[in-house]
């Protein structure tokens, strides 16, 4: 499982970065984005840079690529060497030369990572076009060696397929195969995984490492996730604000870290262990029974073709309880968040709110349903009109309700302060703060209605761990002292541990498992919910307690 | 594909038919009396009535619509009340100009539009963006007319190199033909260039911060490549929509540059037909443009989903 056997004689040091420095260009009144930044990489090594957002991980991968956009980023110190060549004194020519052959890079979105208008086996061709003189049939054996290398099914049509037509699981093996189609020295994954399901993100770093291990690919792995860190890194680079704060080897990081920044973000890391139980006797303000939602293709000729987004889904959320939900993508998880909150129109069942049934509520008494289901949605940064105030955008839902603006006002302000935000926020704008900040104001905003039922769609996905747990905590306090009800949804298994009194699993459509939260995670009973906890990253390290869990297949000494 | 062609063609009958219906509708309903004006201000109650019958107007509306309809379909567009001639002719006499000059404009929109505004993209923010960009609004808001006698004044009258006005067909030799065609082309192609190239610059602009740029990048492509081989054909869908609405634009007939340059053009037809009221001409003109805006669509969405893989209805 991990790879810190490798006998020291074999190391090769491949990458080695020093004293590097990007600052803005022209040179504004401001602090560099990086600065001091010294790391090396060893042939068949990996080395995993760590940070939250705004820490320079990207740039520095940038960098080392020679991509950093001309004109707006430039290096102004340091040296880059990869092989002993400096990327920073290549010259334009060279340093294309270079890029593919000796460094190659992975992003983090395969979906939009690939030419949309191009067949893929063609976008890798032209790595081999530009860096080989192979002929062209070489070139497609060459390919479909790669393509069978990062194991993709039935390569004759994935050859000729568009990115499309493709999953984003099949879409970065695609990214893979481009990069290291060239066997490069130097392999940077930018948050490769970031953007796929838990049980694709295990294949694919399984998949990274096998090809790694064979073409002993020195790889910078830059991610923001501890738990893929705990399986992947030989060693660790620590960064924030620009600056390396620790680097040491994956046991010296995660075992006995030496800066306080360190420890925070290590224990920030919520642990799988499930904390709650859910009262059986508790009373129900939610009970969904039997809802479906079927969407119909329709086809010009012959009958439409029905796609099931969710199939009998029944839950109920107990008063001042977290129910969760589970999923990957296309489980069906929002679908049914938006069916409960009358977003769209379910095709079946009964949602009943303390006794009401929301599904035959007429249109024109709609706007009075509406006031009692309140949502929390995923991005921060978009879910909140970036032309109001602060104040406008959490007042709004009152004053639509009928309440003075004065009254609006103040309830407004203490729904803030709930949230831990100074009333005087509220004459600001979105803009001025920070996606933590701003999740805090969307939650005060859904409060401020006072529902009987909040929905939080992926509410804590889009931040940084440390955020990610102050406002879990935050979600939770609220909970204790409002006595709201909250069905959470969310795609991580941490985080559902962390906060749920009761879990559903979804797949396709359907609830696999439902139970109390400590049921589901310790002892599940369906595979399907094995096979999630199996893939969640990092479940062989106890974060908050800095030490590996015993478990028998751990190897770690 | 040609499952998807056949719906597609299919789906446009219904519109066209309404097209038609409209057109047809639109002249019966609005007033005056067609037998009126042509019978002349001394005509009898009884010549009149001869007159109605024998241009169907004595018939229900919706059995003179499907005898026009089937007509129309026959190529029979009926006769120009003012000239006595068949519309057909009166059509198709006019086309060979239109269409000369039609082709010639959005060729040369599109020969200089798209890499002007890839040279502005590519230059964005600098200073040969802005001078491009500049040129652009002025192009796009100085009249046509202006642009023409301007250009009349400083070619023709002034240097001698074209002549003023006139139009000569093919047949008469190329040079001829080019020498009369290009000032007009000139004229009309300018608040087009105008167009299409802010909307090349803005797709290119938007493509080239696209992730699959930068992957592009990564491959080690030189910037020419990256712009030819990966940004245009994935700004191409925009640039399609305003060429395809352009070349529309420019076969319902040019009224004022054929006005300006004297061609016997369509657009010079619909002119003639509206100041002499010749509503079975209107009629005929209205119909032919509705359908040429119908077919052009047509060819637009079919090229769109060559264009664009993703897109598939």
Redesign the interface.
Known sequence: MTTSSRPDSYRVRVLTVSELKVETSPALERPPLVSGICFDVCAGETVCIVGESGSGKSVTSLAI?G?LPKGALEVTRGSILIDGEDVLSASETRL??????KM??V?Q?PM???????RVGRQIE??LR??TSLTARHRRNRIMEMLEAVHLPDIERIYRA?P?ELSGGQRQRI?IA??LILKPKVLIADEPTTALDVTTQKQILNLIRELQQSQQTAVVFITHDFGVVSEIADRIVVMNRGRVVETGTRDQILARPSEDYTRTLVSSVPSLVPRHRSDPAAHKVLEVVGLGKTYEKPQ?FGRARAVAAAKDVNLTVARGEITGIVGESGSGKSTVARCIELLIEPSSGSVMLNGDDLTKVRARDLHSVRRRVQFVFQDPYRSLNPRRTVGDSVMEGLINYGMPRRDAFGQSAESLELVGLDRAVMSRYPHQFSGGQRQRICIARALVMKPELLIADEAVSALDVSVQAQVLTLIDDIRVRTGVSILFITHDLRVAAQICHKILVMRRGEVVEVGDAMTVLANPLHEYTRTLIEAAPGRDWDFQNFRPIHAPSATIN | MAKYLFRRVLASVPVLFVVAFIVFALLRLSPGDPAMILAGDGATPAQLDAMRHSMGLDRGIIEQFVIWLSKVLRGDFGVSLITGLPMRDLVLDRLGPSFALCLSTITLAVVVAIPVGVVAAWRQGRALDRIIMSGSVMAFSVPVFIIGYVLILLLSRGLGWFPVQGYRPLSEGIGAFALHLTLPTLTMSAPFIAVISRIVRSSVIEVMGEDYIRTARSKGLSERGVLFKHALGNAAVPIATVVGLSIALLLGGAVVTESVFNIPGLGRLVLEAVLSRDFTAIQTLILLSSVTYVVINLAIDVLYSILDPRIRY
């Open positions: 690529m991509l294309r030369q270079m890029r593919a052959s190659a890079m992003f979105e939009t990572a690939l030419n949309p208008v191009q032209e790595v530009l860096h568009f499309h990214v481009m990069a010009f």
